[in-house]
């Protein structure tokens, strides 16, 4: 973590870090449509999971979940096993759920964990799993944690929020006892990738970005961050320039004010709030950008239609209907 991140984090509007926000924006809930009903396969015996901070071994499956990730719900929910506690990231929502994945929380009642993590808070609700990945908790918090339960983190080759969705989803499903289940899912969305590109080959070998402002900072979203992959999975690419871009926590690239030439993509796609959309548009450097230039292909997403950027693909039509040009 920087330490701006790191002052962020621990400010009293932690909740509100620019850090944790963007991870957010990553969100990746599978749609509705990729909530298929199968039925469950158990598996049975120890389950190990090799991970960036060491081994996990589970009895067995798990069923009282803790997810400490702030979208790692969406994938248990989709898989079946509303988590008993979920991890506040934003907006007004009942459970910390967002309208997308609210049917699928039945009964169940998550707790909502808000800020940095309580560990007798956690242990109180005595899971049998906790879920890291995706949450940003350090190599010392995992050790605490996993006195309480066993708890999951993100491959070694991955970034705290950088688990491709696919490589998270199957994780989850195995970890839940569900491996064919979240294989149905993975293949589901899959094939909803495949299907807009098919109906959309002009996509193919265009430039496509993930842009971000926020707080007074300009950036883009990179590397396998879920925003950046969208595109990709669509057959967009990002601009030479993005893709070499790095940022402190891998999935996110600030620039500078004075250069927002990275950005210069055929499609430039701003993911912030309405409320930044002043902010944004007053960007002087916004208006040396093509798609501004040219009209008609920057367009501003806000936080609510996040779920599309990533699995569920199947929704773009949709969910681009919420995008306003600027």
């Known amino acids: 973590m920087t330490s701006r991140a790191s002052d962020l984090a621990n400010s009293a509007e932690a909740a509100w870090s620019r850090r944790r926000v963007l991870a957010c924006l990553g969100a990746w809930p599978l749609a509705a449509g990729a909530f298929g009903a199968v039925p469950a396969i158990a598996e049975t015996g120890p389950l190990r999971f090799t991970h960036t901070f060491g081994e996990t071994v589970l009895p067995g499956p798990a069923r009282r979940v803790v997810s400490l990730g702030y979208t790692t719900h969406d994938a248990l929910l989709a898989l079946g096993v509303p988590p008993v506690a979920v991890r506040y990231w934003f907006g007004d929502f009942s459970y910390g759920v967002w309208p997308w994945a609210q049917p699928y929380l039945g009964d169940a009642r998550p707790f909502v964990l808000t800020g940095e993590v309580a560990m007798e808070r956690v242990a109180a609700l005595k899971p049998d799993l ?9 190599r010392a918090e995992y050790q605490v944690l996993s006195h309480i ?7 070694d080759a991955d970034t705290s929020y950088g688990m491709p969705w696919d490589v998270m989803t199957r994780t989850l499903g195995r970890a839940l006892g569900k491996s064919a289940q979240a294989e149905i899912l993975v293949s589901g969305v899959r094939e909803k990738f495949s299907a807009a590109r ?8 265009k430039t496509a970005v993930p842009a971000y402002h926020w707080g007074g900072e ?3 979203f990179v590397g396998a961050d879920s925003r950046a992959r969208f595109f990709i999975e669509l057959g967009f690419q990002p601009t030479p320039a993005v893709a070499n871009l790095s940022g402190p926590s891998g999935f996110y690239a600030p620039l500078s004010p004075e250069d927002l030439s990275p950005l210069d993509a055929d499609i430039l796609v701003w993911i912030s709030s309405y409320g930044a959309v002043p902010d944004l548009v007053a960007l002087p450097m916004r208006r040396t950008l093509r798609a501004h230039i040219e009209g008609g292909r920057s367009w501003q997403a806000r936080l609510s239609p996040v ?4 699995a569920a693909c199947c929704r773009f039509p949709s969910f681009s209907k919420s995008w306003k040009p600027i």
């Open 307 to 310: 779920r599309c950027r990533s």
């Open 218 to 220: 300009t950036g883009a």
């Open 198 to 205: 098919a109906r959309h080959p002009d996509w193919a070998g």
């Open 130 to 138: 906790i879920v890291g990945i995706g949450s940003g908790i350090s």
């Open 149 to 155: 339960a066993p708890v999951l983190m993100h491959e």
